[in-house]
């Protein structure tokens, strides 16, 4: 029997062995405890759409928490931005009524566009998009601001407690023990336990994942510099191609490689770079997408298109109402079909591929990846590629850039790991947390506690936007919706939604 | 926006009893009369029976809207298809309510029932696109559904 070490205010292997703790548990570690109605995990800004929606219902700011390592709601999220070149001038793809800051959607990004910077043409496009004009799309600045002002308005820092959250417990006699562990030197104890009622946790991506053969090439080389993750700081790979002419196999078909493939063309336009791309894809759609006039999506050249990552009325309309009747691998197959991989329909990109196309320097080729490997010379890296007709072909480039997207398996967030290994927490179709129509995890309920998720971690569940601005707002105002049915808030009426959009206009602290 | 067939036609009966009544109320006072003899009466007559023939008569419209919504991969219903559905929304009402389809209210100017219909319609659609949100927080998520 190994001999458990109790150091005071810290775990033991044997308490973390106990999928459900006492008090007593917790006492005599010489943990402290804290005692809050409502805690939320992570956040960002899927805890702040959720605190925001809490505050505007009438909650204290004394009866919510939201643990974090981060200090304002949009850091990670300008983080990721920035690597998959979205600096804040550039524009997200997001409707401009999926307005972070405010629950009512209206006045949209656009509308507050065109006031600010005297731009009527903005109204003009938001009123006549996608017919007339292409769909707005926000700035990623205006996004971070306006988060900003709302955070400040509800008095975000007073609930702000920064530390790392370690796990949540169930607890005996109901509720949950959030187990944390605050900035070094900000407590006497190493952990401090949270008893809340109510848990949220919103932690967004459990990380970045390669292709399997990229991650494959980088362990084996320990080559990090030439096989590039677009999510991950890779601005030596744009420095190098104004410096050199080089060449760049980008994989993947999504938005983001679209936004890449914009970084290295605009650098050509003005900034001189001879930058070779090769696009690699696996799938080539070319045409439509599906065979019924009513159910089909335009793609061309290897690019689905769609203006979001859903269509439209997936967010709030016959598609979220199809979502709603499915289960299990049915419901897994529709978010797939209006889902999966696609890009915005932009012109400007459009234009840019077209002329790559025309003048060589973006070529396209599709086919499987067998092998990568650097090259002889040691400046670059060489990819195997097996082609549909059943050819072999070499790629040789400077840099490959995996643009398949964020999508890592839960189990690798030790707090989501935990809740499948101690909390009952089970995972969905798609391999996420398993929730409700309300986005409370299946499975975890203690005694009259409740525990709920939001955002890229429900993916799988019953509404497909939920890795999206409004979809997180959807998900806090379901789970607000269900809170107030256990008595924590009020409902928000129409009366109280008013009043307080009222107050939301005029910036007014709540 | 993003309505199912029961959020389009919820949400036309709620927001012409909500904005289209108010409106009408107003526009009856304000709005030249067609001739010296016509009371706010007849104004009102006039301008409350072609907002009942756009609530009725526009439940059929919503189900043609609606079939044409499914040819749209995005399944929703762009802001400018609300503003210029209301051409031949417009179109048809005034024949019915100059026919005296409904109600025989005997010839009706054109021009006095285009200034109401027009503002009526062009504010309902201000309304529906942003403002009725500030009441109706999930009406949105939900296909324009109430309940």
């Given at each position: 029997?190994?001999?458990?070490?109790?150091?005071?205010?810290?775990?033991?292997?044997?308490?973390?062995?106990?999928?459900?703790?006492?008090?007593?548990?917790?006492?005599?570690?010489?943990?402290?405890?804290?005692?809050?109605?409502?805690?939320?995990?992570?956040?960002?800004?899927?805890?702040?759409?959720?605190?925001?929606?809490?505050?505007?219902?009438?909650?204290?700011?004394?009866?919510?928490?939201?643990?974090?390592?981060?200090?304002?709601?949009?850091?990670?999220?300008?983080?990721?931005?920035?690597?998959?070149q979205?600096?804040?001038?550039?524009?997200?793809?997001?409707?401009?009524?999926?307005?972070?800051?405010?629950?009512?959607?209206?006045?949209?990004?656009?509308?507050?566009?065109?006031?600010?910077?005297?731009?009527?043409?903005?109204?003009?496009?938001?009123?006549?998009?996608?017919?007339?004009?292409?769909?707005?799309?926000?700035?990623?600045?205006?996004?971070?601001?306006?988060?900003?002002?709302?955070?400040?308005?509800?008095?975000?820092?007073?609930?702000?407690?920064?530390?790392?959250?370690?796990?949540?417990?169930?607890?005996?006699?109901?509720?949950?023990?959030?187990?944390?562990?605050?900035?070094?030197?900000?407590?006497?104890?190493?952990?401090?336990?949270?008893?809340?009622?109510?848990?949220?946790?919103?932690?967004?991506?459990?990380?970045?994942?390669?292709?399997?053969?990229?991650?494959?090439?980088?362990?084996?080389?320990?080559?990090?510099?030439?096989?590039?993750?677009?999510?991950?700081?890779?601005?030596?790979a744009y420095e190098e191609m104004l410096r050199r002419p080089t060449t760049v196999v980008v994989r993947?078909s999504?938005?983001?490689a679209s936004r890449v493939l914009q970084r290295m063309i605009d650098d050509r336009d003005k900034n001189g770079a001879q930058t070779k791309i090769i696009h690699l894809f696996?799938?080539?759609?070319?045409?439509?997408?599906?065979?019924?006039?009513?159910?089909?999506?335009?793609?061309?050249r290897g690019w689905?298109?769609?203006?979001?990552?859903?269509?439209?009325?997936?967010?709030?309309?016959?598609?979220?109402?199809?979502?709603?009747?499915?289960?299990?691998?049915?419901?897994?197959?529709?978010?797939?079909?209006?889902?999966?991989?696609?890009?915005?329909?932009?012109?400007d990109w459009q234009e840019q591929l077209e002329r790559g196309l025309r003048e060589g320097f973006y070529t396209q080729t599709r086919?499987?990846?067998?092998?990568?490997?650097?090259?002889?010379?040691?400046?670059g890296?060489?990819t195997?590629?097996?082609?549909?007709?059943?050819?072999?072909?070499?790629l040789d480039a400077d840099f490959i850039i995996?643009a398949?997207?964020?999508?890592?398996?839960?189990?690798?967030?030790?707090?989501?790991?935990?809740?499948?290994?101690?909390?009952?927490?089970?995972?969905?179709?798609?391999?996420?947390?398993?929730?409700?129509?309300?986005?409370?995890?299946?499975?975890?309920?203690?005694?009259?506690?409740?525990?709920?998720?939001?955002?890229?971690?429900?993916?799988?569940?019953?509404?497909?936007?939920?890795?999206?601005?409004?979809?997180?707002?959807?998900?806090?105002?379901?789970?607000?919706?269900?809170?107030?049915?256990?008595?924590?808030?009020?409902?928000?009426?129409?009366?109280?939604?008013?009043?307080?959009?009222?107050?939301?206009?005029?910036?007014?602290?709540? | 926006?993003?309505?199912?067939?029961?959020?389009?036609?919820?949400?036309?009966?709620?927001?012409?009893?909500?904005?289209?009544?108010?409106?009408?109320?107003?526009?009856?006072?304000?709005?030249?009369?067609?001739?010296?003899?016509?009371?706010?009466?007849?104004?009102?007559?006039?301008?409350?029976?072609?907002?009942?023939?756009?609530?009725?008569?526009?439940?059929?419209?919503?189900?043609?809207?609606?079939?044409?919504?499914?040819?749209?991969?995005?399944?929703?219903?762009?802001?400018?298809?609300?503003?210029?559905?209301?051409?031949?929304?417009?179109?048809?009402?005034?024949?019915?309510?100059?026919?005296?389809?409904?109600?025989?209210?005997?010839?009706?100017?054109?021009?006095?029932?285009?200034?109401?219909?027009?503002?009526?319609?062009?504010?309902?659609?201000?309304?529906?696109?942003?403002?009725?949100?500030?009441?109706?927080?999930?009406?949105?998520?939900?296909?324009?559904?109430?309940?």
């Open positions: 029997m190994s001999e458990t070490r109790v150091t005071a205010g810290d775990i033991s292997d044997e308490l973390m062995a106990k999928s459900v703790w006492s008090d007593q548990d917790i006492d005599a570690h010489g943990i402290p405890r804290w005692t809050i109605p409502f805690c939320s995990v992570g956040g960002g800004l899927g805890s702040f759409t959720m605190v925001d929606t809490l505050r505007v219902a009438g909650v204290p700011t004394d009866q919510m928490l939201v643990l974090s390592d981060i200090d304002v709601p949009s850091e990670t999220y300008e983080h990721l931005a920035n690597n998959s979205i600096p804040r001038h550039e524009r997200l793809r997001s409707d401009s009524g999926s307005v972070l800051d405010c629950i009512w959607g209206w006045p949209g990004y656009a509308m507050r566009e065109g006031w600010a910077k005297k731009a009527p043409y903005r109204w003009f496009q938001v009123a006549t998009e996608p017919i007339l004009a292409e769909y707005f799309t926000p700035q990623a600045g205006q996004v971070y601001e306006s988060v900003g002002r709302e955070a400040a308005r509800i008095n975000w820092h007073s609930m702000l407690h920064k530390g790392v959250v370690r796990t949540v417990r169930k607890r005996a006699g109901g509720d949950y023990f959030v187990l944390f562990t605050p900035e070094p030197g900000s407590h006497p104890t190493k952990r401090i336990a949270v008893q809340a009622k109510f848990v949220h946790i919103a932690v967004g991506y459990p990380g970045v994942k390669m292709l399997g053969d990229l991650q494959k090439y980088r362990t084996t080389y320990n080559d990090y510099q030439r096989v590039i993750n677009a999510y991950e700081p890779h601005l030596h993947g999504g938005i983001v696996r799938n080539y759609p070319d045409g439509w997408q599906g065979d019924k006039i009513t159910f089909r999506r335009p793609a061309k689905a298109y769609q203006a979001f990552n859903y269509p439209k009325s997936a967010w709030g309309g016959q598609l979220r109402d199809t979502l709603l009747k499915l289960e299990g691998d049915e419901r897994s197959a529709f978010i797939d079909l209006t889902g999966g991989t696609n890009t915005a329909p932009r012109k086919g499987t990846v067998a092998d990568v490997v650097p090259a002889e010379n040691g400046r890296t060489v195997t590629v097996k082609t549909s007709d059943g050819h072999e072909l070499t995996d398949t997207g964020l999508e890592a398996n839960i189990e690798e967030h030790r707090v989501l790991n935990d809740l499948l290994e101690h909390g009952g927490a089970g995972k969905n179709p798609k391999g996420r947390l398993d929730v409700e129509r309300h986005f409370e995890v299946r499975g975890t309920g203690s005694g009259a506690g409740r525990l709920y998720a939001s955002g890229s971690i429900t993916l799988g569940g019953y509404y497909a936007g939920v890795d999206s601005f409004l979809g997180l707002q959807y998900a806090a105002l379901q789970i607000h919706d269900a809170l107030a049915d256990h008595g924590f808030c009020k409902k928000i009426g129409p009366m109280r939604s008013a009043s307080q959009w009222w107050k939301w206009a005029r910036n007014k602290q709540i | 926006m993003t309505p199912t067939l029961n959020g389009r036609i919820q949400s036309r009966i709620a927001l012409i009893l909500l904005v289209g009544v108010p409106v009408t109320l107003i526009l009856g006072l304000i709005l030249p009369r067609p001739t010296d003899a016509t009371t706010l009466g007849d104004m009102y007559e006039v301008f409350f029976t072609a907002l009942a023939i756009v609530l009725v008569v526009g439940i059929v419209w919503e189900f043609i809207y609606h079939a044409l919504q499914q040819l749209r991969w995005e399944k929703d219903w762009p802001t400018l298809f609300g503003l210029i559905t209301g051409i031949p929304e417009g179109i048809v009402a005034y024949i019915l309510l100059d026919q005296g389809v409904f109600r025989d209210l005997g010839d009706i100017p054109l021009s006095t029932f285009l200034q109401m219909f027009i503002i009526v319609w062009i504010v309902i659609w201000l309304v529906a696109n942003g403002p009725f949100q500030i009441f109706f927080i999930r009406w949105r998520y939900r296909g324009g559904r109430f309940v």
